[in-house]
T-cell receptor, first 114, second 114 residues
Framework: GDSVTQMEGPVTLSEEAFLTINCTYT??????LFWYVQYPGEGLQLLLK?????DKGSNKGFEATYRKETTSFHLEKGSVQVSDSAVYFC?????????????FGAGTRLAVHP | EAGVAQSPRYKIIEKRQSVAFWCNPI?????LYWYQQILGQGPKLLIQ????????DSQLPKDRFSAERLKGVDSTLKIQPAKLEDSAVYLC????????????FGPGTRLTVL
């Protein structure tokens, strides 16, 4: 079935380090791909998205490229900050019968230390 | 623009008791979703409404869970009777329409069943 697999956390980095969080997916159709972020005590927020192969989503210094050949959507940031500490969720969205269905990965916790 | 509102933020009950959660979506959003997020996992869709009608409740444990959106605006999710495994964060989300691909999430209700 349709699913999303993320690298397990926690990921612990020092401030200004390079970040990669791996995400791969399995889908029967042509999904849109998303990264959501959940800061402590808050709801999920959309971080970035890509709707078709080779699209690059970017926001707040984060970016991810939709790679159909490797079914991947890895999240990267060149220099992380303490304020980036949160849980990051990769998700795919499939449109079926006129309705969309959002399927999430398990999440990856990122902790950035000064 | 006000976001998705949920209440209560926290609830602690004993097993076999009943509990209800409330959600008010973003004004004008026709589609409303309830998700269950168990600790260490990604959110899982329980039920999706289009206006006041159910379009997907395939993952809702109907023997104990129920949900309604009578006037096509706010919604309630009920659990009766609760089990220990129902301990989770219950997230409400809304989108403009069923095929619109951005969902906006509320802060969630954290349920603990003792």
């Amino acid at each position: 079935g349709d699913s999303v697999t993320q690298m397990e956390g926690p990921v612990t980095l020092s401030e200004e380090a390079f970040l990669t969080i791996n995400c791969t997916y399995t889908a029967t159709g042509y999904p849109s791909l998303f990264w959501y972020v959940q800061y402590p005590g808050e709801g999920l927020q959309l971080l970035l998205k890509a709707t078709k192969a080779d699209d690059k989503g970017s926001n707040k210094g984060f970016e991810a490229t939709y790679r159909k050949e490797t079914t991947s959507f890895h999240l990267e940031k060149g220099s992380v900050q303490v304020s980036d500490s949160a849980v990051y969720f990769c998700a795919l969205l499939l449109l079926s019968g006129g309705y969309n269905k959002l399927i999430f990965g398990a999440g990856t916790r990122l902790a950035v230390h000064p | 623009e006000a976001g998705v509102a949920q209440s209560p933020r926290y609830k602690i009950i004993e097993k076999r008791q009943s509990v209800a959660f409330w959600c008010n979506p973003i004004s004008g959003h026709a589609t409303l979703y309830w998700y269950q997020q168990i600790l260490g996992q990604g959110p899982k869709l329980l039920i999706q409404f289009q206006n006041n009608g159910v379009v997907d409740d395939s993952q809702l444990p109907k023997d104990r869970f129920s949900a309604e959106r009578l006037k096509g605006v706010d919604s309630t999710l009920k659990i009766q009777p609760a089990k220990l495994e129902d301990s989770a964060v219950y997230l409400c989300a809304s989108s403009l329409g069923p095929a619109n691909n951005e969902q906006f999430f509320g802060p969630g209700t954290r349920l603990t069943v003792l």
